[in-house]
Structure formats: C-alpha cells, structure tokens
C-alpha cells in the first residue's frame, strides 16, 4: 500500500539555523499539508498546498516558513531560522480530496 | 474560530471492556469529521470517516462513531477493546470551504489492561 514517508526522522539542530525538512507524498495525490505537534498539545495545521501553490496557511505560517515542490515527488517545509519554540513533531499529510494520509513525523529539536 | 473537544486526556480500561471517546465541535454548518489513531511509534491512521448520510459509520477494527448533528457530536466507540487497541486516538474535523485543512482536537491516550 502507497504510503506518505518523510526525513529525516529525527533533526537536532542550534536556534537560528535552517532546516529543510522532507517528505515524499502518495505520488497520485494532489494536495500537500503540513502540520506539527508542540510535546502535549493539539496537532496544528501550518499548511495546504495545491496545484504548486499555498491553497491556505494558518497564522503559525510566518515568513520564516516556506513550502515548496521542487520536483515531481518531494514536498520540503524550510524553517529559516529556528527558535526554540519551533521544536515539535512535523507531520506531512497528502491527499486526493478529504481524506488525508499521515506520514511518521520529523521531530525537530532546536537546542 | 472552530474548535474540536476531547473530553478524556486519558481512559484506561480492561480488555473487553465497552469504549466510548467524547468528540464535539463547534461550527454550525457542513463538517467533515474523522478519527485517527497512533499506534506507540507508528504512524497517524485513519479509523473513520463521516461526509454524509448514515450517521453512524464503521470503521477499522471495529470501531464505530455517531454524528449527531443537534450535539455537534461525533463520539468513537467500540463494544469490546483489546490490549491492542493501546495508542492514542484524535478527532479532527475540516471544513468544506477550507481547502480540507483538519481541525484537531488534543487526543485521547487509551490504555488497556491486559
């Protein structure tokens, strides 16, 4: 069965620096999301993406954030410069209309 | 702005004992409700889903949920658990004017007792 991956699992990284992370949606699917998990609160939606473009982001999504499709299969979320407040399990989802599929998380530590 | 409930951080019961996970929204229109499960280190899965007509739906494993709509409700249940069914289980909600984003609630962590 087709799956959502995502990497790396695990990313350390010191405030200020900038991390790309990576995920490979279903390959039929047509709208990416973004979402992340601070440790013990609500899964928060970041962003949508469809149609090579960002479809509606939510007010976490600041310009220090950024989506892209680089290619036919990768969908990479940029963090420019962390903060401490950033560290969270990021999940990518993908889907073809309301039905998404999870990928397993990156969680970003920033020290 | 629109707000998903879980009304239990954490439920633990024995095995075959009867399951029953609060879930209320708060939008007064057409909702799309779900429930997803993590398994400990695995990742979030779709159990159910309800866009219309019955409501009450079937998911996997033998779980069900109840839309009802006067309580902006949509309550998981399962008649008897297993040590397996062990993970957490989240009730998300999008919108059909919202490009599909989901709408989580906090999660409930299940334990069950062998």
């Known amino acids: 069965e087709p799956e959502v991956t995502q990497t790396p699992s695990h990313q350390v990284t010191q405030m200020g620096q900038e991390v790309i992370l990576r995920c490979v949606p279903i390959?039929?699917?047509?709208?990416f999301y973004w979402y992340r998990q601070i440790l013990g609160q609500k899964v928060e939606f970041l962003v949508s993406?469809?149609?090579?473009?960002?479809?509606?982001k939510s007010e976490i999504f600041d310009d220090q954030f950024s989506v892209e499709r680089p290619d036919g299969s990768n969908f990479t979320l940029k963090i420019r410069s962390t903060k401490l407040e950033d560290s969270a399990m990021y999940f990518c989802?993908?889907?073809?209309?309301?039905?998404?599929?999870f990928g397993p998380g990156t969680r970003l530590t920033v020290t | 702005a629109q707000s998903v409930s879980q009304h239990n951080h954490h439920v633990i019961l024995s095995e075959a004992a009867s399951l029953e996970l609060g879930c209320n929204y708060s939008?007064?229109?057409?909702?799309?409700l779900f429930w997803y499960v993590q398994y400990p280190g695995q990742h979030l899965q779709l159990l159910l889903k309800?866009?219309?007509?019955d409501p009450l739906v079937k998911g996997i494993k033998g779980f069900e949920a109840e839309f009802i709509k006067s309580k902006f409700s949509f309550n998981l249940r399962k008649p008897s658990v297993q040590w397996s069914d062990t993970a957490e289980y989240f009730c998300?909600?999008?919108?059909?004017?919202?490009?599909?984003?989901?709408?989580w609630g906090a999660g409930t962590k299940l334990i069950i007792k062998p």
């Open positions: 998300a909600v999008n919108l059909p004017d919202s490009n599909y984003q989901l709408i």
């Open positions: 939008y007064g229109g057409t909702v799309n």
């Open positions: 309800y866009f219309s007509g």
């Open positions: 390959s039929n699917h047509l709208y």
């Open positions: 993406f469809y149609n090579n473009e960002i479809s509606e």
């Open positions: 989802a993908s889907s073809t209309n309301y039905e998404q599929y």
